[in-house]
């Protein structure tokens, strides 16, 4: 099972995307999903996370106010909205489940491929 990351593409700065995160066979409404980015030359990190039970959201610092996660049980889908995108944001952005938001990301599995955000100043 691969969680499967869409959306993302080439926009303008200031502009908005929402990436959706989507599963075959897998019900992503049992478990915390957490989107993460990797840039060039960076290491992975954590964006947000949904939790599965609650539905309660979580965001690292750097990322509170322009994304918003939330989730659609009915259609077995995360969103992460990104609004006002900055150059750097720039990044393959990538979702995965856990049984608990966690910091960090050797808890999650069912890694996908990633989808690329490229933003252009």
């Known amino acids: 099972v691969q969680l499967q990351a869409s959306g993302g593409g080439l926009v303008q700065a200031g502009g908005s995307l929402r990436l959706s995160c989507s599963a075959s066979g897998f019900s992503l409404n049992d478990y915390a999903v957490g989107w993460f980015r990797q840039a060039p030359g960076k290491e992975r990190e954590g964006v947000s996370c949904?939790?599965?039970?609650?539905?309660?959201?979580y965001y690292e610092d750097a990322f509170e106010g322009r994304f918003t996660i939330s989730r659609d049980s009915a259609k077995n889908t995360v969103y992460l909205q990104i609004s006002n995108l900055e150059p750097e944001d720039t990044a393959v952005y990538y979702c995965?489940?856990?049984?608990?938001?966690?910091?960090?990301?050797?808890?999650?599995?069912?890694w996908g491929p990633g989808t690329q955000v490229t933003v252009s100043s």
């Open positions: 949904i939790s599965g039970i609650t539905g309660n959201t």
């Open positions: 995965a489940a856990s049984q608990y938001c966690v910091n960090g990301t050797s808890l999650y599995f069912h």
